[in-house]
């Protein structure tokens, strides 16, 4: 394996063009490991195509032109030496199509960076968004909720011993039309979202008090996260079982897009360490917290509207109609998401049973290093070498990473090993408001969100659903990777802890044991007492 090519095009490696702009800021909130080559080849077209059909849904994109869009270059989406990554060239371009929308606003609020490279404009879609967009949302929240409920029953049929028993064909065809279905509904969410979001920021800041969109966007006491965090105290104390929390829940794992990690419902173990956390904390009041959080968010409602000038009050209003309704949808679409994910991946290794029984591969988990195409029809006669070779590859992938934003194609970067950088000081992005000190606590991976102890402040590089659990136990949160709109600001918001995300660094320059602290509002933390 010596001669190993990390820089041929392979499906764990895209290639870009000379122009295209690319940030992993988002998506590695969704899977920060490499993935590997079932797991890209699956997810990508997939991905290109609910998001082309989701510009439709909004009017952006006509309805013959969705299948030239989700085969444009460069995607919305891609993959460089394992990484799942972003095309911020297809966002902003998109972006610029929209009445009001500006890709460089897209750029800053979804992959916090900022370019003034100007976009191309059209109003030509103007009529028609206007006509289809404010319909699309008015049906929104029912056609989502009709959405989530098919992928549910689906799940909870797939992931059952006949469901898992059918053939290997039937279950991914299954699984590609939910997966397509409800990641286009969920992107429409997040576009309508992420617009009512901007516009109360500018609205707040225009009217003299800037940052309070933070409260304006949380209070709203659904997030399927915190209800994972009740459920699980619940266990904790003995009210519930963990069979209970599984069974709702056990579709969730560290990188839930990428196909062949272990799911909850498959290695329960990080769980059950969780659940012996919680025990030493005090019980869970989810009832209780919803209407503190919520009566932060009425307060930050009425400071709007009373200083926004009474002509601009209508309109503030109906912003913040539209945030109740569509901002927790995001983190519901992600459930929904997960969901698909963890059935599709019960129909990869039934694919993989009938491969090692037809003698093409020699275990079931050998499947994820085939493509996509090479497992729906006929495998490939050299499936045991190319299965070795990208073994090696993804692991070759590991030691590398590449930079949050580029140009181009990447140069890669080795992973980082040097122990010895420290710094007094940390600065990022203002994410949820609030000051707290406590010991810090650096984790890395979502499997060692039992390492923290209540009271720790987490340090860690980014976040999924997944570290949920962890939250609870937490005084604060650093995170290196992400924006306002990212999976852990928004939780954390919603949980009422201070948090700084974008740091770029805090992962390397903070040490478990440091005393810190962290002022959520100002964006900074700042170390009171380095570890020895």
């Given amino acids: 394996m010596s001669d190993l090519d990390l820089h041929a095009p392979n499906p764990m490696h895209c290639r870009s063009g000379p122009d295209d702009v690319w940030s992993t800021v988002n998506t590695r909130e969704n899977y920060a490991g490499v993935m590997s080559p079932l797991g890209a080849s699956l997810w990508l077209p997939v991905c290109d195509r609910a998001v082309a059909a989701s510009f439709h849904d909004i009017g952006v994109v006509s309805g013959r032109r969705i299948t030239a869009v989700a085969n444009a270059r460069p995607a919305c989406s891609a993959v460089f030496y394992g990484r799942y990554t972003a095309g911020i060239s297809y966002f902003r371009r998109m972006s610029e199509l929209i009445p009001g929308g500006s890709g460089a606003a897209f750029e800053e609020q979804y992959f916090a960076s900022t370019r003034t490279d100007p976009a191309p404009r059209s109003r030509r879609r103007h009529p028609v968004i206007a006509a289809k967009a404010p319909l699309a949302a008015a049906r929104l929240r029912r056609r989502f909720g009709q959405c989530s409920a098919r992928v549910d029953t689906w799940w909870r049929f797939a992931t059952t011993a006949p469901g898992a028993a059918r053939p290997a064909a039937v279950q991914?065809?299954?699984?590609?039309?939910?997966?397509?279905?409800?990641?286009?509904?969920?992107?429409?969410?997040?576009?309508?979202?992420?617009?009512?979001?901007?516009?109360?920021?500018?609205?707040?800041?225009?009217?003299?008090?800037?940052?309070?969109?933070?409260?304006?966007?949380?209070?709203?006491?659904?997030?399927?996260?915190?209800?994972?965090?009740?459920?699980?105290g619940r266990v904790a104390h003995g009210e519930a079982g963990m069979e209970e929390f599984l069974a709702e829940y056990g579709f969730r794992c560290a990188g839930e897009i990428e196909l062949s990690q272990p799911t909850w419902r498959e290695a329960p173990?990080?769980?059950?360490?969780?659940?012996?956390?919680?025990?030493?904390?005090?019980?869970?009041?989810?009832?209780?917290?919803?209407?503190?959080?919520?009566?932060?968010?009425?307060?930050?409602?009425?400071?709007?509207?009373?200083?926004?000038?009474?002509?601009?009050?209508?309109?503030?209003?109906?912003?913040?109609?539209?945030?109740?309704?569509?901002?927790?949808?995001?983190?519901?679409?992600?459930?929904?998401?997960?969901?698909?994910?963890?059935?599709?991946?019960?129909?990869?290794?039934?694919?993989?049973?009938?491969l090692v029984a037809a003698g093409v591969i020699d275990v079931e988990d050998d499947v994820f290093y085939l493509a996509f195409d090479e497992i729906r029809g006929t495998p490939p006669a050299d499936a045991r070498a190319l299965v070795a070779t990208r073994r090696a590859l993804r692991a070759a992938y590991q030691q590398l990473?590449?930079?949050?934003?580029?140009?181009?194609?990447?140069?890669?970067?080795?992973?980082?090993?040097?122990?010895?950088?420290?710094?007094?000081?940390?600065?990022?992005?203002?994410?949820?408001?609030?000051?707290?000190?406590?010991?810090?606590?650096?984790?890395?991976?979502?499997?060692?969100?039992?390492?923290?102890?209540?009271?720790?402040?987490?340090?860690?590089?980014?976040?999924?659903?997944?570290?949920?659990?962890?939250?609870?136990?937490?005084?604060?949160?650093?995170?290196?990777?992400?924006?306002?709109?990212?999976?852990?600001a928004i939780v954390a918001r919603e949980m009422g802890l201070p948090c700084v995300i974008g740091t770029g660094n805090g992962t390397a320059v903070l040490r478990t044991g440091d005393l810190i602290r962290v002022d959520g509002g100002a964006g900074t933390v700042t170390v009171l007492e380095p570890a020895p």
């Avoid at 409602?301 to 009373?306: T, W």
């Avoid at 679409?333 to 963890?342: E, S, Y």
């Avoid at 408001?433 to 406590?438: D, F, H, L, P, Q």
């Avoid at 590089?461 to 939250?471: E, G, H, M, N």
């Fill in 401 to 488: 990473d590449v930079p949050e934003h580029w140009v181009g194609q990447p140069e890669p970067i080795p992973v980082a090993t040097d122990a010895s950088e420290r710094a007094e000081a940390v600065a990022g992005t203002a994410a949820a408001r609030g000051v707290v000190e406590g010991r810090a606590r650096v984790l890395l991976s979502a499997d060692q969100c039992d390492e923290l102890e209540p009271d720790e402040v987490l340090v860690c590089r980014t976040t999924d659903p997944s570290w949920a659990s962890a939250f609870h136990l937490a005084a604060g949160v650093v995170i290196d990777v992400g924006s306002i709109s990212s999976h852990g």
């Fill in 269 to 354: 173990e990080l769980i059950e360490r969780m659940v012996v956390k919680y025990r030493g904390t005090e019980r869970i009041d989810p009832a209780g917290q919803a209407r503190q959080r919520a009566a932060v968010r009425e307060a930050a409602e009425v400071e709007l509207l009373a200083a926004a000038p009474r002509h601009r009050r209508p309109v503030a209003a109906l912003l913040l109609r539209l945030a109740r309704t569509f901002i927790p949808m995001r983190e519901e679409g992600k459930a929904a998401l997960a969901k698909g994910f963890d059935g599709t991946r019960v129909a990869c290794r039934a694919r993989g049973r009938e």
């Fill in 172 to 232: 991914l065809r299954e699984a590609l039309r939910l997966l397509e279905d409800v990641m286009r509904v969920h992107m429409v969410v997040c576009f309508i979202a992420q617009g009512t979001f901007d516009a109360l920021g500018k609205l707040a800041a225009g009217v003299g008090r800037p940052g309070l969109h933070l409260e304006l966007a949380t209070g709203y006491g659904q997030m399927a996260e915190l209800e994972l965090v009740a459920t699980l």
